[in-house]
């Protein structure tokens, strides 16, 4: 069973970072590659970025080189988005889930309650 848990978001500037977590339950993370995706107010949802925990290979969006890095901590359990120089355009709930290393979600059927990030002065 996949379990994913997000956390990490809240209030920040434009220009300003902010690091995101997903905590997963059990193997999870030896299952599946664990990426990011976000919605923001009358948007789909968008894929940003997925880490395939096997080998280490990534998938970015485009708006998103250069200024968001996905990694993870084996000791944690967990995978990390770290965000930087945050634009207005990126306010968005963000989920996390299983992904393929094209950006898309392997199930889009379900989802966890996501985490907030108002990017906003």
Do not use: H
């Not at 299952?31 to 995706?37: K, Q, R, V």
């Not at 894929?47 to 395939?52: A, D, E, K, L, M």
């Not at 379900?110 to 108002?118: I, K």
């Amino acid at each position: 069973q996949v379990q994913l848990v997000e956390s990490g978001g809240g209030l920040v500037q434009p220009g300003g970072s902010l690091r995101l977590a997903c905590t997963a339950s059990g193997s999870t993370l030896d299952l599946y590659n664990i990426g990011w995706f976000r919605q923001a107010p009358g948007k789909q949802r968008e894929g940003v970025s997925c880490f395939n925990t096997a080998d280490g290979s990534t998938y970015y969006a485009d708006s998103v080189k250069g200024r968001f890095t996905i990694f993870r901590d084996i000791a944690d359990n967990a995978v990390y988005l770290q965000m930087n120089s945050l634009e207005f355009e990126e306010t968005a709930v963000y989920y996390c889930a299983p992904c393929d290393l094209d950006g898309y979600p392997l199930f889009d059927d379900s989802w966890g309650q996501g985490t907030q990030v108002p990017v906003s002065s």
